[in-house]
């Protein structure tokens, strides 16, 4: 079974930058697909940003130019390092991980995805 657990969230102001990061059990970011998912209350989920197995990314428009995605495959772990942290970005991050290596073009809420982290939260102020 594999277990996602996120860190790193915070507080920060507009402006700000924070690193998130998932460490999965096992190693899979080198054969998964690996996704950063976001939900903020009263919205559905969104997907963040993406990465393939060989390590293709895609992000969210929004957040194009501000986040970056990237992995560690000997240390197991993901990351989201983002910048210039904007209040509408505030949510609860999730870290998710399919199975098939080419993440989905068309499954923006990750429906398809087989494993989720517990969260981590994000909150920026203005």
Known sequence: QVQ???SGGGSVQAGGSLRL?????G???SSYCMGWFRQAPGKEREGVARMDSDG???YLDSVKGRFTISKDNAKNTLYL??????PEDAAMYYCAANRFGNCPKL???GRTYNYWG???QVTVSS
Request: hydrophobic residues 35%; negative net charge; contains cysteine.
């Open 118 to 120: 517990q969260g981590t």
């Open 4 to 6: 996602l657990v996120e």
């Open 81 to 86: 390092q983002m910048n210039s942290l904007q």
């Open 107 to 109: 499954d923006p809420r």
């Open 27 to 29: 190693y899979i970011l």
């Open 56 to 58: 293709s990314t895609m």
């Open 21 to 25: 990061s998932c460490a999965a059990s």
